[in-house]
T-cell receptor, first 114, second 112 residues
Framework: GAGVSQSPSNKVTEKGKDVELRCDPI?????LYWYRQSLGQGLEFLIY????????KSGLPSDRFSAERTGGSVSTLTIQRTQQEDSAVYLC????????????FGPGTRLTVL | KQEVTQIPAALSVPEGENLVLNCSFT??????LQWFRQDPGKGLTSLLL?????REQTSGRLNASLDKSSGRSTLYIAASQPGDSATYLC???????????FGTGTRLTIIP
């Protein structure tokens, strides 16, 4: 079946612009995660959604970062007033129930801030 | 704060050899541990998931072990093949939260 998809695959933007990254999880998966992978920091957790519960935003690095999940499916990660240090690969994952289930990752969006 | 370490950072071995990748973590209060592989420019592929109550999991030529009390896991790859070349990441899932804490990975190269 279809896996986790993300769009765009690559995004180049200028410093100060806003960007939106999209994630389509595996159908039926209730849990959705965003991670960031950068050269200096490795792979870091950003935010977690589970069903209709309030999201765990503990990994968001600043208030310029926000995410929403509409209808329990598609998620959008928004970065406002992008900075060069935001350049990274943003990975989305989903799992059937959360609760420590296997997480299935999308191919990622490579963000470059000039 | 959980910290996950993987040593070595890079490893090259001839095709056909068996090999072991290491992962250590500082907080033994984990829910489970996962091993992933990542190919260049790609996302992560889950290889094995070990629950905290388990000692090992096997899938084909891969075997992962977990010693929770000592904060260690190993990934054993038997009869390595060039297609095994990738970066291998371990990640732990702590109790009370759903996020994975990742190690920095081991870049594996299998030499034909």
């Amino acid at each position: 079946g279809a896996g986790v998809s993300q769009s765009p695959s690559n995004k180049v933007t200028e410093k100060g612009k806003d960007v939106e990254l999209r994630c389509d999880p595996i159908s039926g998966h209730t849990a959705l995660y965003w991670y960031r992978q950068s050269l200096g920091q490795g792979l870091e957790f950003l935010i977690y959604f589970q069903g209709n519960s309030a999201p765990d935003k503990s990994g968001l690095p600043s208030d310029r970062f926000s995410a929403e999940r509409t209808g329990g499916s598609v998620s959008t990660l928004t970065i406002q007033r992008t900075q060069q240090e935001d350049s990274a690969v943003y990975l989305c994952a989903s799992s059937p129930r959360g609760l420590g289930d296997t997480q299935y990752f999308g191919p990622g969006t490579r963000l470059t801030v000039l | 704060k959980q910290e996950v370490t993987q040593i070595p950072a890079a490893l090259s071995v001839p095709e056909g050899e068996n090999l072991v990748l290491n992962c250590s973590f500082t907080d033994s209060a984990i829910y489970n541990l996962q091993w992933f592989r990542q190919d260049p420019g790609k996302g992560l592929t889950s290889l094995l998931l070990i629950q905290s109550s388990q000692r090992e999991q096997t899938s084909g030529r891969l075997n992962a072990s977990l010693d929770k009390s000592s904060g260690r896991s190993t990934l054993y790859i038997a009869a390595s093949q060039p297609g095994d070349s990738a970066t291998y990441l371990c990640a732990v899932n702590g109790f009370g939260n759903e996020k994975l804490t990742f190690g920095t990975g081991t870049r594996l190269t299998i030499i034909p």
